[in-house]
């Protein structure tokens, strides 16, 4: 078996990729009859093995490897497509194929008896492979092409449930928005190529493919002022990419609609794979950004995080509760890498992947009992309402159990992997504030209030779902009562609650410095070293978060709440700000009311200038027929009826008559007698 795996990293990163790939191709060829998953669960299996020992580790504690071969010619430049694995890139292509293989597993009890259960697997192998391909990339071009593939990959699992109007338009706003940072992303490319030459992130960054001050990196890009226009422009194209891959504030709009797919697959997209390929850019291109840029990045991180904490704080539906939450965690990456310390955000989005990943699972778990319960019962229900739900815990123990693990982990509880990776960028984040002074300590005093709202909602989540008494407890039955999930869905969960530990990440339970991925990526940061911080931070957090919960419980327990329901504030949470509509009225009647003004103008100004100036010229034109028949033909006519008449007069003297003659003679003789005579 190890001489079978002695292959080399760049081999084995390469079938990485191509086995998802494969797998879309045979499950294509098989149409309806590919309804078991086992070829994309066979595929997905060997790409993680694949990755862990003959990529990840190998690379982790040893040298980069690249690889690439000519692509295309245009006059004397070449272009390449290859494999570039460093640290940064072989930890994110082997954290999708650890998240992607529990979803895998998931998706056959919990996607099984579907109608299109054949197209299901089809999109989520094609989906794997593009978001691989999209990690271990060469070149931004490269990069570009996996980056459009996972969107379009994205829009089909949306749309799965293509019958779904809702499913439909969930899509087609998620394909949309997209469009908007793609192109961003493509000006980016454009800037980059035409300042510096190449799109290579070898010959940009050097042999690691991320640090600047690499002396193997291409000296033209090292000798560019960081403040030029060029650069800043490049940089914020780039982040606006990322803003909506990512789904940062105001592009974040597509993500919460997007829950209309299978929650497995909400649970890929939000964990591991699509949202987080917009932090992953960032990180890959961070030595491009200047300190505008960064502040920019850091401030839309920090609005996104704030806003996404309190749209989700007036939820109902559990899966828009979890889509807000991911909104606002992403907030946290990114000012992770606005304050030029990306390996937390790199941390985060590890720790992120599992207990969200996790929090989606449990959650379709829910979800699917409810709705078997709802058959059952013959009832008419939301089974997604949180409303509908309460005191699940004594039907579904072991759900709970793990749904508590990720929300303690999102709420950053310590012993957790949440913890660390949250206390990472927050800290970081007071250290970077207190260099620059001034404004920048709203950054880090907006986080720890985050954090707070962060476990206040997630918390509410815990006590609506399984704690109180259920909802629907009169209706339920030995026929027809809510049970634990099917075992295939329960052991990806505790699988995930495992991972959503603090031993995955380090041994030091309390100290972020000291997991491998902030070890491993060695980052030098600008700003010094705050000892309290790494005190006082995360004992504040921790017991900030403590009594969000017992608020909690009071609250929703206890059955305290002291607001109304029809509460404005509520509605605005709950609305989402209202984004939706304001984008409604700005964007989509905007465009209408445009549309037709521009209808308008071209049917009455346009149209009617030409219709004017098509009759002026048809009056034109038939004043210029009758100036032709009558005065321009009827000279021509009357010079060709003169001459015919006298050439006819002519023809009647030439007659061969004598007499004709003489008579003729005889009239020009007396018309010269008449003119002498009158002369």
């Excluded at 098989?30 to 690379?59: K, Q």
């Excluded at 920090?302 to 907030?331: E, M």
């Excluded at 709203?442 to 815990?462: C, D, E, Q």
């Amino acid at each position: 078996m190890l001489e079978l795996l002695n292959i080399s990293p760049i081999t084995a990163s390469l079938l990485v990729v191509l086995l998802p790939f494969v797998a879309f191709l045979i499950q294509a060829a098989f149409g309806r009859r590919s309804i078991s998953g086992n070829i994309g669960l066979i595929a997905i299996i060997l790409s993680t093995i694949l990755s862990a020992i003959c990529v990840f580790f190998v690379v982790w504690n040893g040298e980069n490897a690249t690889q690439r071969i000519t692509w295309f010619t245009i006059g004397t430049k070449s272009f390449s497509v290859g494999i570039l694995l460093n640290k940064l890139t072989v930890s994110m292509q082997l954290l999708v194929c650890i998240i992607a293989l529990p979803v895998h597993f998931y998706s056959r009890a919990y996607m099984k008896g579907d109608d299109g259960l054949h197209r299901y697997w089809m999109y989520l192998s094609l989906f794997c492979f593009a978001m691989l391909g999209l990690t271990v990339s060469i070149n931004l071009l490269q990069l570009y092409i996996f980056w459009e593939l996972v969107g379009f990959a994205s829009y089909l699992l949306i749309g799965f449930w293509f019958t779904r109007d809702a499913a439909v338009q969930a899509n087609k706003k998620a394909f949309l928005i997209n469009r908007i940072g793609d192109l961003g992303f493509l000006i980016g490319i454009a800037l980059v190529y035409a300042q510096v030459g190449t799109l290579d992130l070898v010959e940009l960054f050097g042999k690691s493919g991320w640090f600047l001050n690499d002396t193997t990196a291409n000296i033209t890009l090292q000798e560019i002022n960081k403040d030029s226009a060029w650069l800043t422009f490049a940089g914020l194209a780039f982040f606006l990419g990322a803003m909506a891959k990512s789904a940062q504030f105001p592009l974040h709009v597509w993500l919460p609609d997007a829950m209309e797919g299978p929650t497995s697959v909400s649970s890929l997209i939000h964990a591991a794979t699509m949202v987080a390929a917009g932090v992953f850019l960032l990180c890959t291109v961070f030595p491009l950004f200047n300190e505008t840029v960064l502040l920019v990045i850091a401030i839309v991180g920090t609005i996104t995080a704030f806003s996404a904490a309190i749209f989700a704080l007036g939820q109902y539906d559990i899966k828009k509760i979890l889509a807000f939450s991911t909104i606002s965690q992403l907030g946290f990456m990114m000012v992770g890498v606005g304050i030029g310390a990306w390996d937390t955000a790199m941390l985060h989005l590890a720790t992120h992947a599992f207990f969200k990943c996790l929090l989606f699972l449990c959650a379709g778990a829910v979800i699917h009992e409810m709705s078997h319960f709802k058959t059952h019962a013959r009832l008419d229900f939301d089974p997604q309402d949180l409303r509908n739900m309460g005191g699940l815990r004594h039907y579904m123990p072991k759900t709970f159990v793990c749904m508590v693990i990720g929300a303690l982990a999102l709420s950053g509880f310590p012993l957790t992997s949440g913890y660390l990776s949250k206390d990472s960028i927050v800290v970081s984040a007071f250290e970077w504030a207190s260099l620059h002074g001034n404004f920048y300590l709203a950054i880090p005093v907006t986080l720890i209030v985050v954090s707070l709202m962060t476990a206040f909602y997630i918390g509410r989540l815990i006590f609506k779902t399984f704690f109180g008494s259920f909802s629907f407890k009169q209706h339920t039955s030995t026929a027809h009562s809510l049970h634990e999930a099917p075992g295939m869905m329960i052991w990806p969960m505790l699988f995930l609650a495992a991972c959503s530990l603090f031993p995955i990440f380090g041994l030091q339970p309390l100290t972020y410095q000291q997991t491998w991925l902030i070890q491993g990526f060695q980052v030098v940061l600008s700003y010094p070293v705050i000892h309290t911080a790494h005190l006082f931070i995360p004992v504040g957090l921790t017991i900030g978060a403590i009594l969000a919960w017992v608020l909690g419980w009071q609250w929703y327990v206890k059955q305290k709440y002291p607001l109304h329901a029809n509460n404005r504030w509520v509605r605005f949470s709950n609305r989402q700000g209202y984004l939706n509509e304001v984008n409604d009225v700005l964007f989509v009647k905007g465009t209408q009311r445009l549309s037709a003004a521009l209808y308008a103008f071209d049917r009455y100004v346009v149209d009617g200038a030409t219709k004017l100036v098509t009759w002026t010229m048809q009056q034109v034109a038939v004043v210029a027929y009758w100036f032709d028949k009558n005065i321009v033909d009827g000279i021509v006519n009357f010079s060709a009826n003169t001459t015919y008449y006298i050439g006819h007069l002519a023809r009647h003297v030439q007659n061969g008559q004598l007499q004709g003659y003489l008579g003729f003679a005889l009239t020009v003789v007396i018309l010269g007698i008449l003119y002498l005579i009158i002369k």
